[in-house]
């Protein structure tokens, strides 16, 4: 086995630490996703030693995504957000999305209060004609590398309206359902933005387009691209795992 490979299994050994349950090892079914490996059998003896250790993995993802709510009932409904490294923030308000550069968001921001913190955005999903939410990501595990790229697993996620202040459950009874998939850790997502986790190699190579067939948040960044907002700068795009 190359002396990389054993690198490279001392660096993602030192990285579990923090999670509770020792049985999410147990179950991880995206080893496979690892790049192949020379020496299959020393592989699986080293995700034996991991297993034993009763380390688990912890998160290299931070709470990037700001999420505010206008705070005058009188007025009408809003949404504003931030995200580390984008200057300015966008508005959502009756059913548009607005771009604001800085100075204007500040001003805008002091009639908001923060409603979260979350690891990122999933998009916006049309509930009824006129219910409209935000799919917000609150809980994340990090489950390895690849090509540099931390890939991440869901595992808690919100639903925001975008209208309504409160609980979103009394719009649709399918609410509790949806959220419970979407928490469910089955989707996954790229914490580095250049790795298009939709893409398998060979597709990299000759276009830098997204797989619709593995994103399957696809159209809940539709309302985003329709104002003209770039959604990949924004917004999450998740495979399902």
Known sequence: MDFSLYFFHIKLFLRLSYLQDSSILSHEPHFASIPILKDLVQFCSICSVIKRTGA??????????????????RQTPAIMLEKNG?????????????ALDSAAAEVEKRGYTKVMDSYGLMGVLRITRDEHVLVVVTGVLSVGQLYGADIVKIISCELISLRAVGSVEFLDPRIVDLQRLLS????????????DITSCAQRRCAS?????????NRTLHFPFERFGID???????CIVG
């Open 231 to 237: 959604s990949c700068q924004w917004l999450l795009k």
């Open 184 to 195: 469910s850790g089955i989707f996954y997502y790229s914490a580095n933005p250049r790795y």
């Open 208 to 216: 830098k387009e997204s797989d619709s067939r593995f994103f399957w």
């Open 56 to 73: 688990n993995f912890s998160h290299m993802s931070v709470r990037e995504v700001r999420i505010w709510r206008r705070s005058d009932a």
């Open 86 to 98: 984008i200057d300015g923030a966008l508005m959502l308000q009756n059913g548009s999305i607005a």
